[in-house]
Every structure is written in structure tokens, then in C-alpha cells.
């Protein structure tokens, strides 16, 4: 949304219902000011859709991740949590002026952006994991047909305390400032109807020099990803629809897999690079297939059915062996890198905070997570938490809120 | 509780920034108004430029149109002064600037809907001036209350300390018997006598500087000592506390509890004489469970006993004390008072449902689930209290 697309004066107000902060809304902004010329830039994801955008938007450079249960009371309250939640997101990935509400409160923004926030610099993605449809809120025979608690994979040493929760909210933005802002703004608002479970902060690395960007391994990480751009293949694997045998608000949404992984750091760069690069099928300076020479190059299995060029249990292997059969198979990664500070005995702790998108978990993520198992890789990474969750339909339009079809 | 600092109160240091400023405000006051410099904005509202000054108060504007805009407050007079944009017939306030120094142009934005306004201008040491009132026809405004003075927080705050003087004797009593028990070695009597003393005083909300020094000696922390829990300077509840609670011997507690004694009394006399500011009343009712959110759910003030969640409920009581004088002046004020008195409701059966006879959960003994309850029944509350604060700070109206 462009503010610059507005009437002189205010396009909307008081979005907010039913929220304690009662009158805090959204203004856009108006006409710019004279000498202000520099148009908006284009939006990371536009907010109103059938899907919401910032599935398939390219990662931005940093974003936070939380999971979040809920403590309201009952389903009407479930409700207003996440008609807030939506009022919030709107306003935040809309920008404009926080609505000032005079002696009767605090100020209604935090202010660490400015007086205006930014158009089109955020974006958010809402999931609901399988524990929102217990029996608190009625939802049980709701629950979208391939939601399960995610298990905990072979070579996992899960902790609780970091795993699950009814809700996931991520917020995308290229300034740590901007999804610091949305994450103070709707926790303010949502207090009293959900906390976070557990947080996780990520980052994009900038390509270097050239290409996917890099995780912490140094290997470029999300080459093969099918084309966003391309609705069929996004119909055929990211979005649920039709014929699935899905409930019908489900449509539109997406299976969500979110895993926290440590990576070893220390250990893996004590580790030759040709046997780096045969654990994950590619050369780490390029990015290309082992066999290839630049980074998009298709590797050539069936020319190297021994596994002598590409090992077979190289990642890239087993996760695509780019078969008729496992096409479908294939899922949007869409992970950042992490980076937390030391362990007790002084290593690094960081890694990749891993998300990918798919229309159906078992067909998806668990057959390859399962083909993944015991790969040379697993020796320098531990998955420590994560969970599955369902990224809601998008919101429609103005009157339209995340989760209307599940709750209404 | 744990005293963290000082009040919040602005600093009225006008005084020694009125002769600064002198110099420019020479120079502003004799500019021509043309030549007035508007602060860059690019915000994309529509600004209005307003003159403060008891002579010319609200000036600057004969229309107005609705919607969100901001008025740029410049100060013509040679003295600090409050601005209030009101109805000027309600004299309900939708916006305020506080302490516009002479020569000094702040924003004030808002949001104008159908009704009539005028800018009163409340200079620091002389009356208020009301300017010329503008109509606005359509529209909805922002959110505006009457101002709370400090005149109609006189009562409510004599009426408040007379509480707290009752509650002061009550905290003597009872902690002349967790003396008692302690100076006949009596440490199970002394366990059980502690609870209801260390209540009884935070039911009284000594939330952030309210009882001053006296505070620090009978409910600080070991935070900022040197030696720690072991350190001299630690006394009061909780270097009781932490003895009966770490197995030190009732003769090494004679001591402390005998200096705490002595601190509750010290504080029940000199309340007598001291008058509480009616300013901080407001406060209160927000800062009492701030302090609960920061020092008792995060098990700060645990040493030992385990009762934060029972130190909560007394909070909890605290603050509905605070709010009982408040209410007449909040109900035509704040119109999430029955969301906020149902959240009380709401977070007084949350915290009951640790109680177990005279015994308490222990926060590291609650569940996840119980654990993200309280917190968020909590930090809602403190939403909403900061409103009151806000709306029961003292303005000046005449």
C-alpha cells in the first residue's frame, strides 16, 4: 500500500475493536508532503489476499520467529485475539500514523520507528498449530487434515521449552528495527490473549558474492526451490486445495514446518572441504552440483548412478533426487540463518532457523525428512525444536481477519 | 516488593531554563510571524501553526476540517506554559503539550471529528487563557476525558493514607509476633508469622519509591550489595526471609527482625505526619502490579519462601484499594473501566487458584499453561492501569 494512493487527510481509522488500547488505529498518511518525492518502495508481501504473500516472498534480511500459546477463555475471545491480530498486522504493514489518543493513555506507538511508520517494509505470516484445536475452543473436528504434532525425527534431541504452540507468527522486514516494532506493538495489544512460547530471531546473509544467499555452514542454502512465481507449481505444491479433503476454510493456507537447528560450527570448520562439499552434493564457493559448473545447474543423477561425482547420501541428493516420483515431493524452503550467543562450554550457538511451506506434511516434508535420515550432515547439526503449523488462508480484504472461516 | 528508583513525575526545571532561554525568546517574540520557521515534516498531514501566548492563546486558525493533522504549538510568551486542545464547553480534553518553553514550537497531533474546540493555554505562573473556538462538522474524533486536578484528587488521597495509616499499625502488629516467635526460637511459628506480616505490608502497594528510604529498609532486595544475601546492608522482610527460610539460627535473627520492627514503626509514626502527594495516586494504581510484573512473577524477590504468587494476590488487593478512591473520577473518564474491572476479576480467580489453605503455589512449581495464565492476565492488567495513570495525572484547568 502506497501512501502517496490517498486522499489529503486520512484514509481510514479505528480498525481497532474491542482492544484495550480502545481508539489506537491506523491513518495513512495523505498526500506526501511537498519535497517529500521518493516514492514508496514496493511492498515485501501485499497483506490482503487469498494466500498470504509472505509465503512465497523471498526471505528479507532479518525476521522474528515466535510461537505463541493461547490463554483467552473461550472461542469468543479467540476471536477478538485474532481480529486484533490482524487489525495489528494490517496497520503495521500498511504504515501511516498511529492514531493519538490524547490524555486517555500512553502514547499509541512506541515510537523506535518514528512518528510514521514505513509502507510496505513488513510483512507476517500466521500459522495455527495442531494444539489450538484441542478441546479449549471447540475447534476439534476443524483441525486441517494433515496437522499433527510435529515427532521428533532420529537424529532430533528436541527440547520442550522450544517446540510447539497454538500460534506462529513471523515478521519479515530488512531492518531489525522495523519487526522488533511489530513484535512490541501486537504483544501490547494481545497481553491478555496470548504469550510467547518461545522466540527465535533470524537473518539473511547478502549473497556472496553472488546468487542464494549463504547459511552458517557457508554453503548457499535454498538453490532448488520450485517457482514462486509460477501459480500452478504453487497450487501443485504449497497451497492447499480442493480435493484434498481439507475443510474448506483451510483453503488457500499452507502446512508450515518450522525447525530450529543448531549447526555445529567449530567442529564443521575443522572439517576438509572436499568432504564439506560431498555432504552436501555442492561446491561451497559456486553453490553449483558437483557435476555442474554455476549454481543453477541441474545435477545429472541418472549419469551417475554410483553416486561417484555426488555421493548418495549427499544432502541435495536425497533431499531432490528430481525423479518423476519424488516431483511432488518438493517443498518452499524459506529458512534464515540464527545466530544466539555461546553455549555453556564456549561454542557458537547459531544455526538455521529452517521453515518450509508445503501442501501436505506427510507427502512433503516428512518423506524427505525421512530420506534425510543418517545423511553425513546430521553429525554437525542438532534440531532442537520447531514445530508444524498451518499458515492461515489470507486475509481478503478490509473487513476480512485471519481466521474468519475457521471461527465464524 | 522492591523499590526501583524515583517517581516519574516531570521534573519542573523550568526554572533554571527560563533564564537560558531569555536570550531567543527576545529574539522570537519581536520576529515577524512570516518569517517563522515551521520544523521540517514530510509526514504528509496537514499542519496548522498555532500561537500560545496569554494574549493570543490558539490563534492561527479560523476552520478547521476533520481528521488526523497536527498543530505546531509555538510559544510566543516568555514563560513555559501547558497547552490543552478542549470542547471548550465540556472541557474535555483531546490533547495536550506539556511544558512549551518560551520561544519554542512542539507538535501536537490529533485527530478532529464533529464538535467545537478551542486551545487553552496554561502558562506556569499565570491563569489559563481559553482562545477563540473553532467547529468542526463531521467526523469522528479521537478519544479526549476531562482533566483529573489536583483538587479532586485531595479527598480520594486523604482517604487512601488513612487507609494505609490503619494498614502501617496492622504490619506492626504483625510483625511484632514474628518477633515474638523468633525470640523464643519458635523458627516453624516464625515461618508461619512471616507470611501474613510481608502481606500485610505489600497489600499497602510500596510500589516504586512510594514509602521513600523506609522502603529500602523494610522490603529491599541483596540487589546492589556487595557481600550479597550475607552482605550487612541487607535487612528487612527479606533478610528475615531468607534466614528462616536458609536454616540460620533463631538467635542470628534476632537482629534483622528487630531492625525491621523498628523500620515498620519508624514508617507507621512518620506516616501520621506526612502527607502523600494527590499526584501519586494515579501512579500507584499502575505501578503497584508493574512492580508485581517485574520483581514477583519473575520470582526476583524469592528467598526462599516461595510466595510470590501470594505477594501477587496482595498486590492485587493494593491496587483495587488505590482504585476504589479513583472510580467516581474514572467513570465518565475511562471507558475501559468495566473491561479493566472484569480483568480484576479475571486475574483475582487466576491468583486464588494457587492458594491452598495457607499455603502457596510456588512459582517454579507452576505448570507452563499456569505460568503463561498469570503472565497474561498480568501484563493485560498493566495495559490497562497505565491508562489510569495518565488520565489521573494532575493538570491545571483554571
Not at chain 1, 39 to 61: I, T
Not at chain 1, 180 to 197: E, F, K, S, W
Not at chain 1, 248 to 257: H, K, P, R
Not at chain 2, 183 to 199: I, T
Amino acid at each position: 500500500m502506497n501512501g502517496t494512493e490517498r486522499g489529503e487527510g486520512v484514509g481510514r481509522r479505528g480498525f481497532l475493536r474491542g482492544a484495550a488500547l480502545a481508539g489506537a488505529g491506523l491513518a495513512t498518511g495523505g498526500a506526501a508532503a511537498p519535497g517529500t518525492t521518493t516514492a514508496a518502495p514496493a511492498a515485501v508481501a501485499p497483506f490482503h489476499g487469498a494466500h498470504q504473500a509472505s509465503v512465497l516472498a523471498p526471505p528479507r534480511r532479518t525476521c522474528v520467529f515466535v510461537s505463541l500459546d493461547v490463554t483467552t477463555e473461550n472461542r469468543a475471545e479467540l476471536t477478538d485475539l485474532l481480529r486484533t491480530l490482524t487489525d495489528r498486522a494490517r496497520f503495521l504493514t500498511s504504515g501511516g500514523t498511529p492514531s493519538p489518543i490524547g490524555i486517555t493513555g500512553p502514547p499509541a506507538d512506541s515510537g523506535i520507528l518514528g512518528e510514521q511508520l514505513p509502507s510496505g517494509q513488513l510483512a507476517v505470516t500466521v500459522g495455527v498449530g495442531t494444539a489450538l484445536f484441542d478441546d479449549r475452543f471447540g475447534l476439534a473436528a476443524r483441525r486441517p487434515r494433515r496437522l499433527t504434532t510435529m515427532p521428533a525425527f532420529p537424529d532430533d534431541d528436541l527440547q520442550s521449552d522450544w517446540c510447539h504452540g497454538d500460534l506462529s507468527l513471523q515478521l519479515h522486514a530488512d531492518d531489525p528495527d522495523t519487526a522488533l516494532h511489530a513484535l512490541r506493538d501486537i504483544a501490547r495489544h494481545t497481553r491478555g490473549g496470548m504469550q510467547v512460547r518461545w522466540r527465535l530471531d533470524g537473518f539473511t546473509s547478502p549473497p556472496r558474492p553472488s546468487g542464494t544467499p549463504r547459511n552458517l555452514m557457508g554453503f548457499k542454502d535454498g538453490t532448488a526451490n520450485p517457482d514462486t512465481t509460477s501459480g500452478r507449481e504453487m497450487d501443485r505444491l504449497v497451497w492447499v486445495g480442493k480435493g484434498m479433503g481439507e475443510p474448506d476454510w483451510a483453503l488457500g493456507g499452507s502446512y508450515q514446518v518450522v525447525r530450529l537447528i543448531r549447526m555445529l560450527v567449530e567442529f564443521w570448520d575443522r572439517v576438509s572441504l572436499g568432504e564439506q562439499e560431498r555432504m552436501f552434493g555442492r561446491a561451497r564457493s559456486s553453490g553449483a552440483p558437483l557435476d555442474g559448473v554455476s549454481e543453477h545447474d541441474t545435477p545429472n543423477y541418472a549419469d551417475d548412478p554410483k553416486g561417484d561425482v555426488i555421493p548418495l547420501d549427499a544432502h541435495i541428493r536425497r533431499a531432490n533426487p528430481r525423479t518423476a516420483v519424488t516431483a511432488d515431493q518438493r517443498l518452499l524452503r524459506r529458512a534464515y540463518n540464527y545466530d544466539r550467543g555461546m553455549d555453556a562450554n564456549g561454542n557458537l550457538d547459531m544455526g538455521l532457523l529452517f521453515c518450509c511451506y508445503q501442501q501436505d506434511l506427510a507427502r512433503q516434508f516428512e518423506t524427505v525428512q525421512h530420506r534425510l535420515a543418517g545423511e553425513p550432515l546430521t553429525d554437525y547439526i542438532t534440531p532442537f525444536g520447531g514445530g508444524y503449523f498451518f499458515a492461515l488462508p489470507g486475509v481478503r480484504d478490509a473487513t476480512d481477519w485471519y481466521g474468519r472461516a475457521l471461527l465464524g | 516488593m522492591q523499590l526501583a528508583g524515583l517517581g516519574r513525575r516531570p521534573l519542573r526545571l523550568w526554572g533554571a531554563l527560563i533564564a537560558l532561554l531569555a536570550l531567543t525568546t527576545v529574539g522570537a517574540v519581536l520576529l515577524p510571524r512570516a518569517s517563522h520557521r515551521s520544523p521540517a515534516t514530510g509526514d504528509g498531514l496537514r499542519h496548522t501553526t498555532i500561537e500560545v501566548s496569554p494574549s493570543r492563546c490558539g490563534h492561527g486558525w479560523q476552520s478547521a476540517t476533520a481528521g488526523l493533522q497536527v498543530f505546531d504549538l509555538r510559544n510566543t510568551s516568555d514563560g513555559p506554559t501547558e497547552v490543552y486542545l478542549e470542547d471548550p464547553a465540556s472541557q474535555v480534553v483531546y490533547g495536550e503539550v506539556e511544558g512549551i518553553g518560551p520561544g519554542v514550537t512542539r507538535p501536537l497531533t490529533v485527530r478532529l471529528g464533529e464538535g467545537t474546540y478551542a486551545f487553552k493555554c496554561v502558562p506556569d505562573d499565570a491563569d489559563a487563557v481559553t482562545g477563540p473556538s473553532v467547529h468542526v462538522a463531521s467526523g469522528r474524533r479521537g478519544p479526549g476525558a476531562a482533566p483529573v486536578t489536583e483538587h479532586d484528587l485531595i479527598p480520594p488521597a486523604i482517604d487512601y493514607q488513612k487507609w494505609v495509616a490503619g494498614g502501617l499499625s496492622e504490619v506492626v502488629r504483625l510483625t511484632s509476633r514474628l518477633q515474638r516467635a523468633i525470640d523464643h526460637g519458635d523458627l516453624a511459628g516464625a515461618r508461619w508469622a512471616w507470611l501474613p506480616a510481608h502481606l500485610e505490608y505489600e497489600r499497602l502497594g510500596a510500589a516504586y519509591d512510594a514509602f521513600g528510604d523506609a522502603d529500602a529498609q523494610i522490603n529491599g532486595t541483596d540487589a546492589g550489595l556487595p557481600g550479597g544475601v550475607h552482605d550487612k546492608g541487607f535487612a528487612g522482610f527479606h533478610r528475615v526471609e531468607y534466614g528462616l527460610w536458609h536454616g540460620q539460627s533463631a538467635v542470628s535473627l534476632r537482629g534483622p527482625v528487630s531492625a525491621l520492627l523498628k523500620s515498620v514503626t519508624g514508617l507507621r509514626d512518620s506516616w501520621a505526619q506526612t502527607r502523600m502527594d494527590p499526584a501519586q495516586l494515579g501512579l500507584r494504581a499502575h505501578e503497584i502490579l508493574e512492580n508485581t510484573v517485574q520483581f514477583e512473577l519473575t520470582g526476583r524477590t524469592d528467598y526462599g519462601s516461595g510466595s510470590n504468587l501470594a505477594t501477587a494476590r496482595a498486590n492485587l488487593d493494593g491496587t483495587r484499594e488505590v482504585l476504589s478512591r479513583l472510580r467516581p473520577l474514572l467513570t465518565t473518564r475511562y471507558a475501559g473501566l468495566p473491561g479493566l474491572d472484569r480483568e480484576l476479576d479475571r486475574a483475582q480467580r487466576t491468583l486464588d487458584g494457587f492458594r491452598h489453605g495457607d499455603g502457596w503455589t510456588r512459582l517454579d512449581q507452576l505448570t507452563r499453561a499456569q505460568r503463561e495464565q498469570t503472565d497474561s492476565v498480568l501484563g493485560d492488567l498493566v495495559e490497562r492501569l497505565a491508562s489510569v495513570a495518565t488520565l489521573c495525572d494532575p493538570r491545571r484547568t483554571a
